[in-house]
């Protein structure tokens, strides 16, 4: 019987003891990356002789359509967008509807974009135009 007790004895001290050490252990975590922040400009062009320029800190993952969207909410301008298979079409900002003979179309650095703006990805100094234009087909 004393067997028997002593062997309790131990493992209550082993189990003890391990719980102890799980609760004292320091959580010890990777620090995560820093997110790279820059400065972008962004334009929009009415098309009208109006436009607006805005200088936006952003961060490494911005697009050329998050600096809009971001922009747009802070500036209390209208949004309205559209959501296809290859990526976002922005229909309509402020008053003014993308159609046939007018729509938003984007530059990045006096350039067209390639692809749909929210699968374009900034680098820092950057510049970003919207422009309400007839559409070059």
Known sequence: MKKYWYLFVIIAIGLLSTVYGFSTKQNIQTPKPQ???FKTMLT??????NANS???NTKENATAFSILKSETEKQGIYLETQQY??????????DLESGAKKSWIYYVNGVSGDK????????ESD????????PKY
């Not at 929009?44 to 002789?49: F, I």
């Not at 298979?85 to 402020?94: A, H, N, R, S, T």
């Open 35 to 37: 997110v790279q922040q």
């Open 44 to 49: 929009l062009d009415y098309g009208n002789g």
């Open 54 to 56: 805005y200088e936006i």
């Open 85 to 94: 298979d290859f990526g976002v079409f922005v229909k309509k900002i402020g």
């Open 116 to 123: 749909a703006a929210d699968l374009y990805s900034l680098k």
């Open 127 to 134: 510049t970003v135009l919207w422009k309400y234009e007839t």
